[in-house]
């Protein structure tokens, strides 16, 4: 029994650690916009606040609708997915600290929720999505890895040029280059 114990207790302080302190390798980033696309989705358009650039999510419509409610200030008559998780965590005595989206595998954007607890940190992976619309909910920092940034990132000249012509700015979504060759 007490081997058991131990294996349970160092399991558990694998996925817990120490609060982190400012990260080099992450960057702060805020809602600049949720534009409703065609087929059931939305543009979630997070932008790093020093230096403007525009990383582009695209999110289901539930998810996108949870973002602006929250972000306008709405309560609904009863608490939907992301209102119970925001009851169900500070009913537990924790907080959300800080929304990480961290990796692109796989043509998809991964992310990490950092919960306060007594001191500790616990991390879960999560979707980008459910993590910014909790974080709307908590005001919770979101941050993007600067890799990611750099990599799907769109500058404020990409936006303007992808405005003038919706064609490449579908095709950059969807990973494509010019030819419709993915990238």
Same mark, same amino acid.
């Given at each position: &029994? /007490? ?8 399991a ?15 960057? %702060?980033?805020?809602? %600049?916009?949720?534009?409703?696309l ?21 999110? =289901?419509?539930?998810? $996108? ?7 306008? @200030?709405?309560?609904?008559? +009863? ?17 959300? #600290?800080? #929304? ?18 007594? @001191? +500790? ?9 459910d993590?910014? $619309?909790l ?17 799907? =990132? ?7 040029? &992808?405005?003038?012509?919706p064609?490449?700015?579908q095709? /950059?979504?969807? @990973?494509?280059?010019?030819? =419709?060759? +993915?990238?």
């Amino acid at each position: &029994m /007490r081997h058991l114990l131990s294996v349970a207790a160092a399991a558990l302080a694998a996925t817990i650690a120490p609060s982190p302190g400012a990260d080099p390798d992450f960057r %702060a980033v805020e809602i %600049a916009a949720v534009v409703p696309l065609e087929d059931e989705a939305a543009l979630l358009l997070l932008e790093a606040k020093d230096s403007g650039e525009v990383l582009p999510l695209v999110i =289901g419509l539930f998810e $996108a609708s949870a973002i602006e409610q929250a972000r306008l @200030g709405s309560v609904p008559p +009863r608490p939907l997915t992301h209102d119970l998780l925001a009851s169900a965590v500070a009913a537990l005595g924790a907080t959300v #600290v800080r #929304v990480d989206i961290d990796a692109f595998q796989d043509s998809v954007f991964r992310a990490k929720l950092r919960l306060s607890q007594s @001191g +500790r940190t616990v991390t879960l992976d999560a979707r980008p999505s459910d993590s910014v $619309a909790l974080a709307t909910r908590t005001r919770a920092p979101i941050f993007a890895a600067r890799r990611i940034l750099a990599d799907q =990132g769109l500058s404020r000249a990409d936006l303007e040029r &992808m405005k003038k012509d919706p064609r490449e700015f579908q095709r /950059r979504l969807r @990973g494509e280059d010019a030819e =419709g060759t +993915r990238l």
